[in-house]
Nanobody
Framework: QVQLLESGGGLVQAGGSLRLSCAAS????????MGWFRQAPGKERDFVAG????????YYADSVKGRFTISRDNAKNTVYLQMNSLKPEDTAVYYC?????????????????WGQGTQVTVSS
């Protein structure tokens, strides 16, 4: 089992940047594929980015490709989401998630563990 704790959210102006972190408990962090999802008010939770166990493979939603970067440090049990060129439509609660499979999946129901979320608000 793994527990996840996100941090780094906040209020930023359009065009700005934020870096989200997700710290995981347990010794088996490197055995999990990690994902970032987001949920805006009144909308479903959507996939943002995913990274495989070793960090060598990543996948992004089209809406964030070229602006967001997912990375992980298995020695620190942490996954990151660097968000640049932020837009008001990026405003949402951002969640990190873990799945024990070696494959990235864009469906939230495929993930086994979730953090509590961190709010990101982008003002215009």
């Amino acid at each position: 089992q793994v527990q996840l704790l996100e941090s780094g959210g906040g209020l930023v102006q359009a065009g700005g940047s934020l870096r989200l972190s997700c710290a995981a408990s347990g010794r088996t962090f490197s055995s999990y594929t990690m994902g970032w999802f987001r949920q805006a008010p009144g909308k479903e939770r959507d996939f943002v980015a995913g990274i495989k166990r070793s960090g060598g493979n990543t996948y992004y939603a089209d809406s964030v490709k070229g602006r967001f970067t997912i990375s992980r440090d298995n020695a620190k049990n942490t996954v990151y989401l660097q968000m640049n060129s932020l837009k008001p439509e990026d405003t949402a609660v951002y969640y990190c998630a873990a799945r024990s499979s070696s494959y990235i999946n864009i469906e939230d129901r495929k993930y086994d563990y979730w953090g509590q979320g961190t709010q990101v608000t982008v003002s215009s």
